[in-house]
């Protein structure tokens, strides 16, 4: 009984039964709070571009906004299918759950191709001027995100299959943590359409 | 929900290594990793201590004779960035935190092991990276605010590898202040109520809710900079339409906290000391709670005064100026709950009793001078001279350093089970004492005569008063040679310390020295008073 071998089997707070709370979820929110503060510095050094840094004459753009529009969707959309996944595995649907999963996970990489898209087609280059840097070092961390978070979902949905996957209804946090980091990422992209689109 | 024990997967002991090879592994052990923490700590603690004195060799006359300019402006910035994240943050967060806090919240471990396992050991690959990129085309030279436009323009290699290890450092720090926030808050004892904790517990808190809210923030700021580098992006370069002033804004509201972060824990740990060796309760324990807690909250807002020669407009001037004269608030409350400690207590004067006291005195310097350089008339005039340089090192030597030596001498018996010898812990503090006025305290002078920091030759007429700094930089290296003979001897000869060779009521001190792997035997202790001291006698009378 000596051996520290995970936080579950370690943590005994002494009570008679030698079992804890499950704070895996409370680390998990602590840690996007950090995420998201990340992301403030950024919104909060573009806005301050954008009061403070006049940009030269060539380097106003009107953003087209279908494909951001388009990208919109399919994240939030992307969020629904992930809640269904959930759903149909508290109720030992395994199959279905998957079946969610990968859908979510290819609406996450129809985001990316878009996003792809969208940067080959737009006027300006990395280092063309600050909104041009600022508009890529955004959308290009926001990028990682998701593609982070697309191959969790397709980690997560391997494990939901149902010969042998871990992903059960008795195992639920590894989709819970994957679906509320999807969540995040979702969010963190509203506020950045409209910050960085609509202001 | 809850989780429950497998007892099977609790079996594989032995695929842990034994004996002193467990400093060396993935240990998941809270204790071997707070002492990994402390031992690679003192070891970058060494090498910032050679590049100090460097600096003080170098600052004996008033030409560059030493070094060139170049490796001058190099040195500084290893010994700032070495000193901030890989000694004292590591130290006083790390190594503390992860021996003690388990301790007082009743538990066994902490929340999360592995992450905790792997927030140490980001730290010795990137100090191993910072250093070594002297070797590679020169290290970064830009101090350790690494403002732009200097940063982008010196040479390229040393500054991308200080960005890197620095962003490890900041991953590392952030790792740890979630698993400091989850096991005070989530991992407490059944019975145990967040009143009831030791103070530490509360500096920790509080400090991890910074870590947690502005490191962040300053990885962003780091990554948009290595564009600025690499990419030639222009986010902080003027000539390509940047702004400096974003980043000075952004890195300040990491490291005026990170200021905290370094401090606040050391208000933790002087908390638990001084009712030790005084023999009293902790003074105003709830009023000490509310301004660690105010200190955060103020400590958010007040990044800006490091700006005010930045072009700052005046009503943000003012804003910053009010707001950093509040922080002196808790922090005096916090300082006169000490001296109350001490007031009409049985002080017994040990090594550790001493360097806390010298900790108290210290702190008032760097207290007060603090509070004037928010002063934006007074700021504007010593702004980046040596008066700064005084007050920041009064506040992390004299304060924090000062702490970490004191918790050594406290918490050694517990963590070896054996005595450091006192003769030379009192010798340690009193070279360390004079040495470290001897060495500071003029730095005052020379700033407000005007000496700018950070540049390698000065005005011949402020050499005096350099080789006073310098002598002192001299007693202070030399202080580390009791030090170290007393912890090397002490490990091997000291006198048997027993469980609780200070009598202490806080939950460590009731299990055995050192202790067992999972702390407790049995049963953790319900410790409802920490600070108990001398109630037994007051009730039989």
């Known amino acids: ?199 | 929900m809850t989780i429950s024990i497998d007892p099977q997967k609790t079996n594989n002991e032995s695929l842990q290594p034994k004996g002193w090879l467990r400093y060396f592994s993935f240990s998941l052990d809270h204790k071997v990793i707070g002492i990994q923490y402390l031992v690679c700590g003192f070891l970058f603690y060494l090498i910032g201590g050679t590049l100090a004195s460097a600096i003080r060799i170098e600052l004996a006359s008033p030409m560059s004779d030493f070094m060139p300019r170049d490796v001058y402006n190099q040195v500084l910035t290893l010994h700032g960035t070495i000193m901030i994240f890989l000694w004292i943050v590591p130290v006083v967060n790390g190594a503390f935190g992860n021996y003690l806090i388990p301790f007082y919240v009743g538990a066994r471990d902490m929340a999360f092991p592995r992450l905790n396992a792997v927030a140490f050991w980001l730290i010795p690959p990137s100090g191993l990276m910072l250093v070594a990129s002297y070797f590679v085309e020169g290290a970064a030279q830009a101090g350790w605010t690494a403002y732009p436009p200097l940063s982008i323009t010196t040479p390229q290699s040393g500054q991308i590898i200080w960005i890197l290890s620095v962003l490890l450092l900041g991953g590392s720090s952030i790792f740890g202040g979630i698993n400091f926030i989850a096991t005070i808050i989530k991992l407490r004892r059944p019975g145990l109520k967040l009143m009831q904790l030791p103070m530490y517990c509360w500096a920790m808190l509080g400090t991890s809710l910074l870590v947690v809210l502005s490191t962040p923030v300053l990885a962003g700021t780091l990554i948009l900079l290595s564009f600025d580098i690499i990419a030639n992006t222009g986010f902080f370069n003027p000539v390509l339409g940047g702004n400096v002033v974003v980043y000075q804004h952004l890195f300040w509201f990491y490291s005026h906290p990170a200021v905290y972060i370094m401090v606040l824990p050391a208000f933790g740990l002087v908390s638990e000391i001084l009712p030790v060796h005084a023999r009293k309760p902790l003074f105003g324990y709830t009023t000490m709670v509310f301004s660690i807690m105010g200190i955060v909250v103020l400590g958010l807002v007040v990044w800006a005064h490091h700006m005010f020669t930045s072009g700052t407009p005046p009503w943000m001037r003012l804003f910053f100026t009010i707001a950093t004269a509040f922080i002196a608030v808790p922090t005096g409350i916090k300082f006169f709950n000490w001296v109350a400690t001490l007031w009409g207590g049985k002080i017994s004067i040990n090594s550790a009793m001493l360097f806390s006291c010298g900790f108290i005195i210290n702190f008032v310097f760097g207290g007060i001078t603090g509070v004037a350089l928010a002063q934006v008339p007074f700021d504007i005039h010593v702004h980046d001279t040596y008066f700064v340089v005084a007050h920041f090192h009064y506040i992390v030597y004299g304060g924090t350093v000062f702490i970490i030596f004191s918790s050594i001498y406290h918490w050694f018996p517990k963590v070896t089970g054996k005595m450091l010898n006192e003769k030379l812990g009192i010798l340690h503090f009193t070279i360390t004492f004079i040495g470290f006025n001897l060495c500071f305290a003029p730095q005052h002078w020379l700033g407000l005569n005007g000496m700018p920091r950070r540049v390698a030759e000065y005005d011949p007429q402020f050499q005096f008063v350099n080789q006073i700094s310098s002598l002192g930089a001299l007693l202070m290296a030399i202080s580390t040679i009791p030090f170290l003979i007393n912890v090397l001897l002490s490990m091997r000869n000291g006198k048997d310390a027993g469980d609780n060779p200070w009598n202490a009521l806080t939950p460590e001190w009731l299990t055995s020295s050192p202790p067992p792997v999972e702390n407790w035997e049995g049963e953790s202790p319900l410790v409802e008073e920490p600070y108990g001291y001398g109630k037994e006698i007051s009730e039989q009378k």
């Open chain 1, 1 to 199: 009984m000596t051996t520290l071998d995970s936080s579950k089997e370690t943590q005994k707070n002494n009570s008679v039964d030698e079992t804890h709370e499950d704070f895996r979820m409370f680390g998990l929110i602590t840690f996007l709070i950090a995420d998201g503060m990340t992301f403030a510095g950024f919104f909060a050094a573009y806005l301050t571009y954008k009061a403070v840094n006049p940009l030269p004459d060539g380097a106003i753009y009107e953003l087209e906004l279908p494909i951001p529009t388009l990208n919109t969707i399919l994240l939030l959309v992307s969020s629904a299918t992930f809640h269904k996944a959930g759903k149909a595995l508290l109720k030992d649907k395994n199959s279905d759950s998957q079946k969610w999963l990968f859908f979510t996970a290819f609406l996450g990489i129809i985001f990316l191709i878009c996003q792809l898209f969208e940067y080959f087609h737009l006027p300006f280059g990395l280092t063309d001027n600050l909104f041009a840097s600022t508009f890529y070092a955004l959308t290009g961390f926001h990028g990682l995100h998701v593609t982070l978070g697309t191959l969790m979902i397709l980690i997560i949905a391997w494990q939901s299959r149902i010969n042998g996957g871990r992903l059960t209804s008795q195992n639920m946090f590894p989709l819970e943590a994957v679906e509320l980091y999807w969540h995040f990422v979702d969010g963190i992209w509203v506020v950045l359409f409209i910050i960085l689109y609509l202001l």
